[in-house]
């Protein structure tokens, strides 16, 4: 999360995820599921700017920022602007919590596919706890606010952490992997139909055997992006592959790409390969462009380091 302040204006960059590995462990009696996933976030932003204002209201003003070719249905369609809208959620819990009256100007320009598994709306809503905090000058601490993001959607408190981490529980228990990793060169692509992460989960089956997600760290800490690749798992992934029929489509149109490793991300339906470098991502991103299989995008893992200035700006 890149922070940036002018005068009462707060702007923050807002990435998206990939899940490179994901497990499930549990059910819970809470209708939620127990599991273990390595999520790195992606140089893939949406912006949101936030001024404070004084009128006692949230307003938010939403755009997609439509890149050549793409077409606003296969990004995800219209952007809710009122309560369904996740960033508004967020802004009226912070704003009751911390009891204040003031309310703010918001706009989201969405980079971000939605109905995608990439995160884009827990990502605006981590943005827009840290943005309000800040303008509003409120002075929490990271922690309180991941426990307000963690009521409010299980993969929002990662965004408020280091770009990797491992998380459990229903997603919001993070730990993260406070270490130099190195950079991972990615395509994604969002097909033409999103899909609903309550019904992939209704959908999933659990394993009889849970896979460590141990393996994988190791691999990438070693820096064996071959084995990363090779260790590459989604168990929301077949669920997923009964709803729509991208999934195989984009199984198979990743396979001879010469990629270390594919799969879906989250609960989709995007879908992600591992590429050798930046070269081949983009060679990757334009074979698969000409193939008509949705919004294609080529990016990069952010690591520690640009996470630390992005903080130091704020
Ligand atoms: O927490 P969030 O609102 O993102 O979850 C959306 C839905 O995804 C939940 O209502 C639940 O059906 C499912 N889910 C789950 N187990 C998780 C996370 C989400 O079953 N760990």
């Not at 404070?52 to 219209?78: M, S």
């Not at 070693?222 to 592959?241: H, I, K, T, W």
Request: glycine share 10%; charged share 20%; aromatic share 4%.
């Amino acid at each position: 999360m890149r922070i940036a302040r002018h005068g009462d204006l707060v702007t923050i960059d807002a990435p998206a995820k990939l899940n490179l590995f994901l497990e499930l462990l549990s059910r819970r009696t809470d209708g939620y599921h127990e599991l273990e996933t390595l999520m790195v976030a992606v140089d893939l932003c949406d912006t949101l700017t936030l001024r404070p204002a004084d009128h006692a209201t949230i307003e938010l003003r939403a755009r997609w920022a439509l890149p050549r070719g793409a077409d606003v249905e296969t990004l995800g369609g219209t952007i809710p602007l009122g309560h369904e809208n996740l960033v508004v959620r967020a802004l009226e819990a912070l704003r009751q919590s911390a009891g204040i009256t003031r309310g703010a100007d918001v706009t989201l320009t969405k980079h971000i596919p939605a109905a995608a598994g990439l995160g884009g709306a827990s990502s605006d809503a981590a943005a827009a706890l840290v943005a309000g905090n800040l303008a509003w000058n409120l002075h929490w601490p990271r922690e309180k606010l991941a426990a307000l993001a963690a009521e409010l959607g299980s993969d929002i408190p990662f965004f408020l952490g280091p770009p990797v981490a491992i998380c459990r529980g229903r997603g919001e228990v993070i730990e993260p992997l406070r270490e130099s990793l190195p950079p991972l060169d990615v395509v994604i692509v969002r097909p033409p139909e999103g899909l609903s992460t309550p019904a992939v989960y209704r959908h999933c089956q659990l394993p009889e055997r849970p896979q460590s997600v141990v393996p994988m760290v190791e691999a990438w800490r070693r820096g064996d992006l071959a084995a990363l690749g090779r260790a590459l798992a989604n168990r929301l992934e077949p669920a997923a592959a009964q709803l729509s029929p991208w999934i195989e489509r984009l199984r198979r149109a990743f396979d001879g790409q010469g990629c270390y490793g594919h799969q879906m991300s989250g609960s989709g339906s995007s879908y992600f390969g591992l590429c050798r470098h930046a070269r081949h991502a983009a060679q990757v991103a334009a074979r698969l462009r000409a193939q008509g299989l949705g919004h294609v995008m080529s990016t990069r893992t952010i690591g520690l380091e640009s996470e630390r200035r992005g903080e130091q700006a704020a």
